[in-house]
């Protein structure tokens, strides 16, 4: 009879306990990342502020400035976590349009021997390892985060970071992002000036993490390039391309990936649309620069069509550079 009473007692104290527990988890806030709300008379669009302390990215794969968390769109919504978890500590911890500099290898990092600093744009000074090459998809240490100019409007936003070492390592990097007036759009304007007195050479593209009105990557989805897409890899019966468009015959467990050939070597290149066939709602993108390649990586919340450029910035030199992001809502396609 004890031994009965004994496990009737440690049977309600787990019960007990799991109550507590999952209370405890309803009622823990959430981190308050620092962000802001721009809006125009058509879109909203929710950006997280880069902050060393406590931003919600502070990795060091991306650029921290302008990682928009959300666009709003006629009871349509865009972008969304793509990780069952987040951690602002993760390199790849992060959520729709977000830039990355120097994906093979970053600035200084050939110069620069084990426990020195190489330099990755929109992000600062970080501590290299004792490894033969750089590997993006790998969590540094940050040694001296770069500091951010933040200046806003109710339209616009604008981050500055300037960085210079001993080596002759510089560079001014400015980003805006800027609500097209009476339009559903956003224009993202880059500028990346060498002050330095080494020669830039870098990588850039926008990963791009789309995810629309929360529905899963899959047979609800339809990308479109500008060309006929001819992909280096077979997607394993998840989709097809069929001419400009890639088609999903199944919903994305596993992640996919190839790179697409086909590129006709114009700006034209360089653009992309993506739509939510069930809800209608989707966007098309447009750059200003001739892509040198471009690739695909889906998983089963994220669809990431993501455009290369090369710069090549001799001290006192700089380039300009802009994405344009276009939102609509079509009528949906029937089953």
Known sequence: MEKVYLIIFISTLLILSSILWSRTEETTPKPDYPEITLANEQIKVT????????????????????????????????????????????????????????MQEPLAYKDAKSGETFIKIGIGHIERVEEPEYQFYRNYTIIKPGAWKVKKGSDWIEFTQKIEDQRGWGYLYIKKIQLVKNVPEFIIYHEL???????????????????????????????????????????????????????????????????????????????????????????????????????????SRALCPEAFLEFQINPKEKVQWIGRYTFFINQPESN
């Open 47 to 102: 950006l997280y502020l880069p902050d060393a302390e406590k931003g919600y990215y502070r990795g060091t794969r991306f650029d921290w400035s302008g990682i928009i968390k959300r666009v709003e769109y006629q009871n349509h919504h865009f972008y969304g976590e793509w990780l069952p978890a987040h951690n602002p500590n993760d390199h790849e911890s992060i959520i729709g349009p977000c830039e990355e500099f120097g």
């Open 193 to 299: 000036k060498n002050i330095g007195k080494k020669s830039i050479a870098t990588n850039f593209y926008n990963h791009n993490f789309t995810l629309i009105d929360e529905h899963p990557i899959g047979t609800d989805y339809k990308l479109t390039f500008s060309f006929d897409a001819l992909p280096r890899r077979d997607f394993g019966g998840v989709a097809e391309v069929r001419g400009k468009d890639l088609i999903f015959l199944k919903n994305v467990e596993k992640p996919i990936y190839s790179e697409i050939d086909g590129l006709k070597g114009s700006v034209e290149d360089n653009q992309f649309t993506i739509q939510n066939l069930k809800t209608g709602a989707g966007f098309i993108v447009k750059g200003d620069q001739v892509p040198t390649k471009i690739n695909l990586w889906s998983a």
